[in-house]
């Protein structure tokens, strides 16, 4: 058995040890524990999981400082004042380890609910054994539809599912009037999956639009021969469904072909307000258009500007979604406990599903048990942004869609 670091927050400080099942603090009543299932190495998306735990910690920190705790705190019951725990497991993107860790996290941790997924062939494979233990499991950054849509009781998600993606870009396709499209997508459920949303809606809404969607091996290293042929093809644009390593392999591969920026490249979401995006492709990278669920003009809700304060505080960095995302999630949780007046798992479910919540950007999150791919699904807004410049921060992108937020247009290289 691996070990696995807990950590408590108290009053803003971080006290942390490597856990081998045993409980830390002995403070009574004893403190509630809440868990983060996330990659944290490869050949998932580690930098993104290290963003969600970092999210993470700023929520319980929430928790146990501003709401003074569980239960007794602010907004709380009449039960004495309980502090939350952190106990966190790292999944690599895999969905056997992903099984294994959330078994780790409910039997040997005692977490009564778990957030923090990002790949959604790892969500999915320990959606049904959150099932099994009836313990709340919150996606808080895997889009694939079937997450929701095969109504899982106990799996609940705070992130945009895959049609609303699919809308989002063909709405901006069609704003641009371009026609003829192109999809790499990688061999994974958010991957086949964007790519059966994306055909759907074409079909659906009968767009004039077509579409030419590849599917590649997540772990191949070379995309050359699938980028060559789009070349020959012209498409008038090309949406890149990579995760962390694959993304990045086919902008650069597109740029040396001569493919990028001469066709414009749509990333299908927010890996490139990340700190190392210039630095892993420097001009390579200009021009880009991607999917993102935060701009920092948006206005944030009082609990959104203390997460983004605190973040730069403590991490030096500007707070991007991965992390206010997963601070909200802690929150939500939080709230639910508080509105059941309990830490029983099944009440924690009760209370998301009858319960409103604030959030980082705003309050008012439900999760109803609605029709199909809605069912126990909050999303965020959803805007598309483009690098213009190398080097430019988050904050100086434009917005190119929806056209209610936009913020500038769409530019190619001169």
Not at 173 to 202: C, P, R
Not at 258 to 263: C, H, I, M, S, T
Not at 356 to 382: E, L
């Amino acid at each position: 058995m691996g070990q696995r670091l807990v950590v408590t927050v108290v009053g803003g400080m971080l006290i942390a040890a490597l856990a081998a099942g045993g409980a830390v603090g002995s403070a009574a009543p004893a403190p509630v524990t809440l868990g983060v299932l996330t990659p944290l190495s490869p050949p998932g998306d580690p930098a993104a999981g290290q963003l969600i735990e970092r999210g993470a910690e700023l929520g319980i920190q929430y928790i146990n400082t501003v709401m003074g705790g569980l239960f007794g705190g602010k907004g709380g019951c009449a039960l004495p004042a309980t502090q939350v725990r952190l106990a966190v497991e790292d999944d690599s993107g895999l969905p056997e380890k992903a099984i294994a860790g959330f078994r780790r996290l409910v039997s040997e941790d005692h977490a009564v609910a778990v957030w923090g997924q990002f790949h959604s062939s790892a969500m999915l494979a320990a959606a049904p054994l959150a099932d099994q233990l009836g313990v709340p499991f919150i996606s808080t950054q895997a889009s694939a539809a079937d997450i929701t849509a095969k109504h899982f009781k106990a799996v609940f998600r705070t992130h945009p599912i895959d049609p609303d993606r699919a809308a989002a870009w063909l709405g901006w396709i069609q704003a641009q009037g371009w026609h003829k499209v192109a999809m790499l997508a990688e061999n994974t459920d958010y991957g086949i999956g964007l790519a059966e949303a994306t055909k759907s809606l074409i079909a659906a809404k009968k767009m004039n639009v077509t579409l030419d969607a590849v599917i590649f091996d997540r772990t191949s290293s070379d995309l050359t021969p699938q980028l060559l042929k789009f070349k020959a093809e012209k498409p008038d644009v090309l949406l890149n469904v990579g995760v962390g390593t694959p993304a990045y392999l086919i902008i650069k591969q597109a740029h040396d072909i001569g493919l990028f920026p001469q066709v414009p490249m749509l990333g299908s979401y927010d890996f490139p307000v990340r700190p190392e995006y210039w630095k892993n492709l420097g001009a390579a990278g200009n021009y880009l258009a991607f999917i993102s669920y935060y701009h920092p003009r948006m206005a944030l809700s009082p609990l959104g500007k203390w997460a983004a304060i605190e973040y730069a505080k403590r991490y030096k960095d500007v707070a991007i979604y991965s992390n206010l995302n997963s601070f909200g999630d802690a929150v939500i949780l939080a709230e639910a406990m508080n509105q059941a007046c309990s830490s029983d798992p099944t009440k924690i479910i009760a209370a998301l599903e009858r319960g409103r919540f604030d959030t980082w950007i705003g309050s008012g999150a439900t999760f109803p048990r609605g029709a199909g791919v809605y069912w126990h699904q909050w999303s965020p807004p959803m805007v598309i942004l483009q690098f213009t410049q190398t080097d430019e921060t988050y904050d100086q992108a434009p917005i190119l869609y929806p056209t209610a937020m936009k913020t500038g247009t769409y530019t190619g290289p001169h």
